[in-house]
Nanobody
C-alpha cells in the first residue's frame, strides 16, 4: 500500500485547509485510515480516524467540531477538512492506513507527510 498526501500549506489562524491522501496498491485489505500530526519536539498524535466503510469516525478532542474526516472509496482517497485552524496546530500531517493481516495482527502504512503551517 502506498499513500500520498497533498493539500498542506500556509494558512492564517482561523483559516481552512483540506488535506487529501491517495492510496494505491493492495487497498482491499485496508480496514481503517487516519490522520496523525507531529509538531517539532512533540510526539505524533492522532487527529482523526475513519473505518473502511466510512461509517465510524473518531477525533481527537482538540479538533472535534472543527475537523472532518471522510473518504471516497471509489477513488481510494481520504480527506481531512480543517477549519478554524490554530497556530499550535502547525505540524507535519501524515496519512495512515491499517491493514488487517489476521484477526490478531495488523500492519500500518504511512505517507510521507505534508506540512501545515498556521500563522498567527
Amino acid at each position: 500500500v502506498q499513500l500520498v498526501e497533498s493539500g498542506g500549506g500556509l494558512v492564517q489562524a482561523g483559516g481552512s485547509l483540506r488535506l487529501s491522501c491517495a492510496a494505491s496498491g493492495s487497498t482491499f485489505s485496508i480496514s481503517s485510515m487516519g490522520w496523525y500530526r507531529q509538531a517539532p519536539g512533540k510526539q505524533r498524535e492522532l487527529v482523526a480516524r475513519i473505518t473502511s466503510g466510512g461509517g465510524n469516525t473518531n477525533y481527537a478532542d482538540s479538533v472535534k467540531g472543527r475537523f472532518t474526516i471522510s473518504r471516497d472509496n471509489a477513488k481510494n482517497t481520504m480527506f481531512l477538512q480543517m477549519n478554524s485552524l490554530k497556530p499550535e496546530e502547525t505540524a507535519v500531517y501524515s496519512c495512515n492506513a491499517r491493514e488487517t493481516i489476521t484477526i490478531l495482527s495488523t500492519r500500518n502504512y504511512w505517507g510521507q507527510g505534508t506540512q501545515v503551517t498556521v500563522s498567527s
